[in-house]
């Protein structure tokens, strides 16, 4: 078998990878819909669906499903994002096929009880409490409220409590129906598995939706700002951001290869700079964050309060140096080196390239094989890196802060504030 594409006739998309050597698969159905889809009086209700997949489905109450699912030796969860929510398993290969259709039963017979509504909004109550006491996670959330303020990308994707107050079994079901649209889903294995019987099931389940207009959403408008939130800690919490291109563009790989040489390991500037020539943090790094219409070069430090503002002079002025004078050569095959392995690792693990395929077809609408990515990561050019760092001054910049008032300075000296 080779990387395979499958459309069936109502538009639903399966991706099949197979991994020559392997015993087991990893497989799932992803839907386009996330946060960035909810109206600010249902902000969570994504999550919260996710939430209630394993209160039972299909003839199994919830005990059995979680049952059925071990009796497999299968192992399944979900997730939510801003623009994706996922449901995943992993199994031995002869399972494949039902696992998918325990999947499939999750989001076609689910079992929603008001009862069971009620119980997942205060386990989720208690997953916000858990975000909100670390101040490392905390932080982003702040910076994601700031960059993209009144917006629904700038929302929570746990939600509000107040906001969840609004959810019945009917706001689930209207949601679902709304969103459970054949071109906003993709089935995707990758591993060992039988492809006919992998058709056959994604066919039987999924081939009956019907198409419906695309929900509308809010284009992402990031703003300059800057958040910050005064708590009596040992260390200020930080986060700094500009733009970057979005997922699918044709400048990822040059992006890429900017964050990895910037702040991407012990070998980067500004762990050189920040941590190891100044010794000014403990922890500094940073990322490339994509949306579909959307993207940030982020950084995070963990700093003493005192060392806040030397923190955020320094970060920027690397990146104006980037930008001014661009990468080494040997910076540049050194990002292209951890980059290759990365995806080599990734090649490795069923699951990454499971979900690697649904990016493909949400952003390009085509499989991709890694041959080509690879080629596309090594024609990156030290001067197409500096042009991302110099095309990310422009702006909009953006801040957050958290830890003791006195840190909280870095946010005017890095210029968000």
């Known amino acids: 078998m080779e990387l395979e594409l499958v459309r069936l006739p109502n538009g639903v998309r399966i991706a099949l990878d197979p991994m020559p050597g392997l015993a087991t698969a990893a497989l799932g159905v992803w839907q386009r819909v996330g946060a960035r889809w909810e109206p600010a009086e249902l902000n969570g209700v994504a999550h919260l669906f996710e939430h209630m997949a394993f209160k039972g489905a299909g003839a199994r109450d919830a005990r059995q499903f979680a049952e059925a699912i071990e009796n497999a030796g299968a192992n399944m969860n979900a997730a939510t994002g801003y623009e994706r929510t996922a449901y995943y398993a992993r199994t031995v ?178 762990f050189q700079e920040v941590r190891e020539t100044r010794g000014l943090v403990y922890a500094i790094d940073s990322a490339t964050d994509t949306l579909e219409d959307d993207g940030r070069l982020s950084v995070y430090a963990g700093c003493s309060a005192q060392h806040a503002h030397e923190v955020a002079e320094v970060v920027r002025g690397q990146l104006e140096l980037m930008a001014a004078k661009g990468p080494t050569e040997a910076e540049l095959k050194r990002a292209k080196a951890v980059t290759r392995s990365s995806m080599l690792m990734g090649l490795e693990a069923p699951s990454a390239r499971a979900e690697a395929r649904v990016s493909q077809l949400f952003l390009r609408d085509k499989l991709t094989d890694f041959a080509e990515l690879r080629a596309r990561m090594d024609a990156v050019t030290c001067g197409q890196v500096q042009a991302i760092a110099a095309k990310a001054l422009e702006g909009p910049a953006c801040a957050a802060a958290i830890g003791p008032k006195a840190g909280h300075g870095a946010l005017e000296a890095f210029g968000a504030k």
């Open 93 to 270: 290969a002869e399972q494949a096929p039902f696992a998918l259709d325990l999947i499939a039963d999750i989001l076609f017979e689910p079992h929603w009880a008001p009862d069971d509504l009620e119980k997942e909004k205060g386990v989720v109550a208690q997953e916000r409490g858990e975000a909100f006491d670390a101040p490392d996670d905390r932080v982003f959330e702040q910076h994601q409220s700031a960059l993209y303020k009144d917006q629904p990308l700038g929302r929570p994707i746990l939600g509000t409590e107040a906001a969840l107050k609004n959810v019945s079994v009917d706001t689930l079901i209207n949601f679902r129906a709304m969103h459970m649209t054949p071109e906003r889903v993709v089935v995707s294995i990758a591993g060992a598995f039988d492809r006919d019987a992998i058709i056959d099931t994604a066919t039987r389940r999924f081939g009956g939706l019907k198409a419906r207009p695309d929900p509308e959403r809010e284009a992402a408008r990031p703003q300059t700002g800057h958040a910050s939130e005064t708590r009596k800690l040992e260390q200020t919490h930080l986060v700094f951001s500009w733009p970057s291109p979005p997922a699918g563009s044709d400048q990822l790989y040059a992006a890429r290869m900017l964050s990895e040489i910037f702040g991407g390991g012990m070998s980067s500037r500004l």
